[in-house]
């Protein structure tokens, strides 16, 4: 393969307590970031996103497994001997060191001249636009500057792989899309192998180059926001990223067959028995009636977005269906609850998941 | 109106029973600091201004040892106290809880729970003993007990302000390349500063004030102030000892004032 591999996750597992208490935060999981590519952790709370993260910055030890950097075993290496730094979700800036204090904290502990050290506070200021706070103390920068201040400390060392512990969730929603955009530029601007840890499907989509989704201490997919949007390998992210329907169907030649009757053609599907075909909301559509595939539903609900409209149906064996439509310019889509409709599913965006 | 908190303050008799509380533990201190300026012998009938005791008080070679040892006894004590109190509330803070954790709290501060004249009396036998096999007579064994029995009082603000710090900006510091070392020297320490300084003025307030242990433990000739002060109680009691007590009060107040300023929580 090409591209290089930065950090690596073998067989990592990690478990707190012991005897039969313990908690397996972390469960058999493998992974490989690459060098340069901003990669995302996303999961819900205690799905062992952040406990990756730890063992990668050795805060954590693993129970077993091993922790690769560039192709070198650093499981048990110590934190201050790993070329990886930390943007922690508190941001944990020394409140008794001024802002330049804090950004040249590293350097000076890895014993660079205080010459190296000042020049390379003053080009971390101006890359987080912070210059004109060089000698202010953190409690007088607002949470946006000391995340700022944070980003700065962790970058000024140049480290191999820089790792993000959910840095933007204590900002408020403006300034969080700011920091999105801020974090963009700085990634490619220092060409540092991001790992992002996040619950935010949103904020993993619109950053990453490729997003490893968690749950339960385990790695379900890895791939681009593209890949696991529209090609979900299980239930759980295709519920996780974004709203889908589900339906329950059972495999036939050529495709499957939904409850109500119903064929939809699914290619490459091999084998018989029951499985579940998910389809995201916008590739639902309106049919007319008597048009090949179309399948009769009845209108139950209709809730207005604004760019678009719900459309909450039911088919004729009671599995329900959401589909979202378009609004047309004068806002409405033309449906009434009650009414018998015919849909159709966009060819090639029905899937078939696993479980 | 009948939903509304307790509220002490309503409560009838409230005002007047608190000036008298307030009466009752400043008035015999205010009437001790004014008798320090009476130009009479009486303690308890003020006859004019002087500042005669205070300028006798000063001179009298007694005071002024006793004064020296005191203050020798109170600086060494709280020094090594707060020395043990750092290490102390470092380990019993800084790692997972562990078996036996009540135990050693118990354990640090036992000096507030055993009663004094207990740990007196087994600390004259204990000396004794060693006094005999090794005929050292020094101050060392009165610096050893007031160390001893300050340890909680420099353990506890030392322990509250760890407790209140960021674990996080620890291993911050780790995650930039400090060694453990450096992390204590430049994040820990730093930050724990005036938690240490405020205990060790508590220790040395506690060990200037000490009288029962002091009494016990002290050889002959070794009185501090105020064991030579409870001395005169028995002979002819003059102002000069409410000058000596004003003094203290005095410098009290300041090292705790400044206790208070320096644990405040939005320093």
Known sequence: MAQTIAVEARNAVKEFGSGAS??????????????????????????GKTTLLRLIAGFEMPSAGKILLNGQDITYLPPNRRPVNTVFQSYALFPHLTVAQNIGFGLEMQGRPASEVKATAA???????????????????????????????????????????EPLSALDLKLRKEMQIELKRLQLETGITFVFVTHDQEEALTMSDRVGVMSAGKLHQVGSPKDIYTRPVNRFVASFIGETNFLPASKVPGGVQLGCGAVVEVAGLTGTGT????????QVRLATQGEAGAIPATVRNLVYFGTDTHCYL?????????????????????????????????????????? | MADRNFNATRLPGFTPIALIVFALLYLPIVLLVAYSFSGGYSVSL??????????????????????????????????????????????????????????????????????????????????ASIKVATGYQGLGYLIAAHSAFCIPFAYLPIR????????????????????????????????????????????FVISLDDVVITEF?????????????????????????NAISSVLLALTVLLLTAFFLLTRKND
Not at chain 2, 46 to 53: A, C, K, S
Not at chain 2, 161 to 190: C, H, I, K, N
Not at chain 2, 217 to 241: N, W
């Open chain 2, 46 to 127: 003020f006859e004019g201004l002087t500042l005669e005791w205070y300028r006798k008080a000063w001179e009298n070679e007694a005071v002024q040892s006793a004064t020296l040892r005191s203050l020798t006894i109170a600086l060494s004590a709280s020094v090594i106290a707060t020395f043990c109190a750092t290490l102390a509330a470092l380990g019993t803070t800084r790692r997972k809880a562990f078996r036996g954790q009540t135990f050693i709290y118990v354990m640090i501060n036992q000096p507030l729970m055993v009663p004094e004249i207990v740990t007196a009396v087994a600390l004259l036998i204990f000396f």
């Open chain 1, 123 to 165: 080009r971390m200021l101006a890359l987080v636009k912070m210059e004109a706070f060089a000698n202010r103390k953190i409690g007088q920068l607002s949470g946006g500057q000391q995340q700022r201040v944070a980003l700065a400390r962790a970058l000024a060392p140049a480290p191999k792989v820089l790792l993000l512990d």
């Open chain 1, 314 to 355: 039911s088919l004729s064996d009671g599995a329900e269906v959401i589909a979202r439509l378009q609004s047309p310019s004068n806002g409405d889509v033309g449906l009434e609850t009650g009414q018998t409709v015919a849909l159709r599913l966009v060819q090639g965006a029905a899937q078939v998941l696993a479980d």
């Open chain 2, 160 to 203: 509250a302000r760890l407790e209140g710090m960021d674990l996080s900006l620890e291993t911050a510091a780790a995650d930039l390349y400090a060694t453990p070392w450096q992390t204590f020297r430049r994040v820990t320490l730093p930050l724990l500063g005036p938690g240490i300084i405020a205990g060790a003025m508590l220790a």
């Open chain 2, 217 to 241: 433990v002290k050889s002959g000739g070794q009185d501090t102030l105020p064991t030579y002060m409870m001395g005169q109680l028995r002979r002819v009691m003059t102002p000069e000892v």
């Open chain 1, 275 to 282: 499985t579940t075909l998910t389809v995201r909301p916008e």
């Open chain 1, 22 to 47: 313990a908690v397996r935060a972390l469960d058999d999981v493998s992974i490989s970031i690459r060098e340069g590519e901003f990669f995302t952790l996303l999961g819900p709370s205690g799905c």
